[in-house]
């Protein structure tokens, strides 16, 4: 009862429990939410990516089920200018990871922050719009830097070096970091502060 009072006064102690059983919640491997989740964002990627061009060819699909690979989705890029003496064309398979727990990441942070039900509705839709802009931004970055490997781009060396390390970068960013700038840039104002520093804080800074 101490330990549970304790919490109530302190604001931040309060809201990390919130958050804590909010994720865990929301990351617990539920039957089916990782396949839904992922069939929604295959679909959206074929949506904006798979449109032909002159030379460029492109598909999007879910791994084999008896595949032990971590990845949740393969994207096949075609060179359809390059066409061999057989008919075949080539191909450069890339293969990315965009699950569920990021999302949970970002819906526990905005639904344990002590705002108003109001502004955290607004929060989740605004949150996941621009968690899934970044994705498919980041997406058509990896997708441009991978077509180079099948001559649809041409890279000098130096160039070729820095699309590969930014991405690493950005597709390595989604898992943590992407979600906590997000719900901090769409949730909190100026006044939001007593939320987290103490009153006595506030007036010394």
């Keep these: ?87 075949s064309v080539p191909v450069r398979n890339v293969d990315v990871e965009f699950g569920w727990q990021p999302v949970a990441l970002l819906l526990a942070l905005i639904l344990a922050t002590p705002v108003s039900w109001r502004r955290r509705g607004w929060a989740v839709f605004w949150g996941l719009l621009g968690y899934h802009c970044f994705l498919l931004l980041s997406l058509d970055f990896v997708i441009w830097a991978e077509s180079a490997e099948i001559s649809l781009v041409t890279l000098t060396p130096f160039w070729k070096f820095f699309a590969n390390e930014f991405k690493d970068m950005i597709t390595g960013q989604t898992s943590l970091a992407v979600p906590v700038v997000i719900w901090m840039l769409i949730i909190f104002r100026r006044e939001d502060r007593g939320m987290i520093f103490p009153a006595k804080l506030q007036t010394a800074a």
Excluded at 2 to 22: E, G, T
Excluded at 30 to 37: I, M, S
Excluded at 56 to 67: I, M, Q
Aim: charged share 20%.
């Design 1 to 87: 009862m101490i330990v549970f009072n304790s919490i109530k006064r302190n604001p931040i102690a309060l809201f990390l429990c919130r958050f804590l059983v909010i994720f865990v919640v929301l990351a617990i491997p539920w039957p089916g939410v990782n396949k839904v989740y992922g069939n929604i964002f295959r679909g959206l990627v074929r949506i904006v990516f798979t449109g032909q061009t002159d030379h460029r060819g492109l598909s999007v699909e879910a791994p084999a089920a008896d595949s032990k690979q971590p990845f949740d989705t393969r994207i096949a890029i075609v060179n359809r200018a390059l066409k061999r003496a057989d008919g």
